[in-house]
Every structure is written in structure tokens, then in C-alpha cells.
Nanobody, 130 residues
Framework: QGQLIESGGGTVQVGGSLTLSCTPS????????LAWFRRGPGKEREFVAA????????YEADSVKGRFTIVRDNLKNTVYLHMNNLELEDTAVYYC???????????????????????WGQGTQVTVFS
């Protein structure tokens, strides 16, 4: 499985917006469940959002529901995380992840677990300031 490459991180004021992107290097993610996780300072890694390979089914953590949207474009081989109304607590390194072992399958009971994903990016920093 090729490497996942995230981009789009940065520094933004509370209430602002950012869009993260994730594209694999040397492979296709069209058949995979994709997700975003994050690790805040002094915190454990936590699930943010996931999207089924068709793109029609998504699942978001309660902490970001209504503010973050995960979208995939299989033609561009890219998954996005649109983040609106950012809060201080959203400061974290954001990681893209892919489940390549269960193609064309959205394992709803497992999508929030990091162990479901076998391919990860290096992360992109998002910093929110007041």
C-alpha cells in the first residue's frame, strides 16, 4: 500500500475554517474506507470522521458533528476534511488513514477504531488560536 500524504494544515483563529486533503502516493483509494484521526497536545489519538468507498455514507465523532465534513473524490483519488467553526480544542496533528484490507466494505462497527486502518499518513498540524 502506498503512503498517504496529508496537506492543508495551518494556523487559524477560533471560528475559522480549514480544509485538509489526503492523497495516496502510488496507489488508489477508490475501494477503501477512509478516515481522519487526530492527536491533540497531551492527548491520545482520537477518531474524527470516516467515509465509505462510495462516499454516500459517513460517520463523524460527536465532538465535530455539524462542524466537520468528510468528503471523497475518487476521480481525484483524494479525501478531504472540511473543518468549520474551529475551536481551540481542535488543535492537533491530523492523520489520514485507509482500510485497504476490506475493500468495498464499510464496517460500521469498527470505523472509529484506529486498528481498522492499515495505512496512515505522517500527519498535518492544525493550530487554532483565540
Amino acid at each position: 500500500q502506498g503512503q498517504l500524504i496529508e496537506s492543508g494544515g495551518g494556523t487559524v483563529q477560533v471560528g475559522g475554517s480549514l480544509t485538509l486533503s489526503c492523497t495516496p502516493s502510488g496507489s488508489s483509494i477508490a475501494s477503501t474506507t477512509l478516515a481522519w484521526f487526530r492527536r491533540g497536545p497531551g492527548k491520545e489519538r482520537e477518531f474524527v470522521a470516516a467515509v465509505w468507498w462510495r462516499g454516500s455514507t459517513t460517520y463523524e465523532a460527536d465532538s465535530v458533528k455539524g462542524r466537520f465534513t468528510i468528503v471523497r473524490d475518487n476521480l481525484k483519488n483524494t479525501v478531504y476534511l472540511h473543518m468549520n467553526n474551529l475551536e481551540l480544542e481542535d488543535t492537533a496533528v491530523y492523520y489520514c488513514a485507509a482500510d485497504t484490507e476490506h475493500p468495498y466494505n464499510f464496517r460500521r462497527s469498527y470505523v472509529a477504531g484506529a486498528q481498522e486502518y492499515d495505512s496512515w499518513g505522517q500527519g498535518t498540524q492544525v493550530t487554532v488560536f483565540s
